[in-house]
C-alpha cells in the first residue's frame, strides 16, 4: 500500500513539529494515531525516514501500546475492561459473546468496518464492573446476555448515520 502524497507530508509535518524535542517517537506517534486514526508499515517508514529511528524500534513501540492501532478501527469500538474487577466478575464472557456473534477476536475489525473489538484494562469505573466503553461511553454490569442487543442497537446506528 501506498500512502498518498499529502498524508504523506501530513506525518513529515508531525515529525518536524518535534524535531528539537530529546526523545521525540511518543509524541509523534501520538499524534499521528490522533489524526489518522492508525499508524500502518507505510508511515511508520516516512516516520523511520524522517527521524532516523528504525522502523523495528518505531514497530515495536506501536505493537506494544494498546492505544496505537497498526490497523483502521472500527466506526464503534467495542472495549470491554479486563481490569482485575471486571475480570473477577465475568468480563472475560463479556469479550467472548463479542467475538463470536461478530466473528472477529480482540483487536480485529469486522469486514464491513462497523465493529472493533478491544479488551482493555481499568477505565475506573470499577464500582459497575463489568464494564465496557463503546466510543467513550461506558455501559455499567454488562453481561452476556446484552451483548446481542447492544450489536443490534450500533448496527441501527450505522445504518442511519
Ligand atoms: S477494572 Fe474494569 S473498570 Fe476498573
Excluded: H, W
Excluded at 481499568?122 to 455499567?140: E, F, H, R, T
Amino acid at each position: 500500500m501506498n500512502i498518498k502524497p499529502e498524508v504523506k507530508k501530513g506525518i513529515e509535518a508531525i515529525c518536524d513539529s518535534y524535531a528539537n524535542e530529546p526523545s521525540p517517537l511518543m509524541m509523534i506517534l501520538s499524534a499521528i494515531q490522533k489524526k489518522y486514526g492508525y499508524i500502518p508499515l507505510e508511515v511508520q517508514e516516512v516516520v523511520s525516514e524522517k527521524t532516523g529511528i528504525p522502523v523495528a524500534e518505531i514497530y515495536g513501540v506501536v505493537t506494544f501500546y494498546s492505544f496505537f492501532s497498526l490497523n483502521p478501527k472500527g466506526k464503534y469500538v467495542l472495549g470491554i475492561c479486563l481490569g482485575t474487577a471486571c475480570y473477577v466478575k465475568n468480563s472475560q464472557q463479556v469479550v467472548d459473546k463479542f467475538s463470536s456473534m461478530l466473528g472477529i477476536e480482540p483487536g480485529q475489525t469486522t469486514e464491513d468496518g462497523l465493529f472493533t473489538i478491544e479488551a482493555i484494562r481499568c477505565i475506573g469505573a470499577c464500582a459497575l464492573a463489568p464494564a465496557m466503553s463503546i466510543n467513550g461511553k461506558v455501559y455499567p454490569k454488562v453481561t452476556p446476555d446484552q451483548v446481542g442487543k447492544i450489536i443490534e442497537e450500533y448496527r441501527k446506528l450505522g445504518a442511519e448515520a
